[in-house]
């Protein structure tokens, strides 16, 4: 393995651990409000990927003259 992939793994673990780390501390503090904007973002996220996908197919379709 490459000095260059041993590097991105393992920033990649430290900056997910960061995160649940963060995430972790922040649902102690204050649950609802946690909840809610990890909800609320996890929503969002559904439907950019869905809208994504489908202005992708709608792509691949259109173009197949």
Known sequence: ??????????????AAKHTAHGTASKLKRSPVRTATLLGLGG???AVAGWMAARTAAT???????
């Open 59 to 65: 792509a691949s379709v259109s173009t197949g003259s």
């Open 43 to 45: 929503a969002l996220g």
């Open 1 to 14: 393995m490459s000095v260059k992939n041993t590097l991105t793994r393992k920033a990649a673990k430290t």
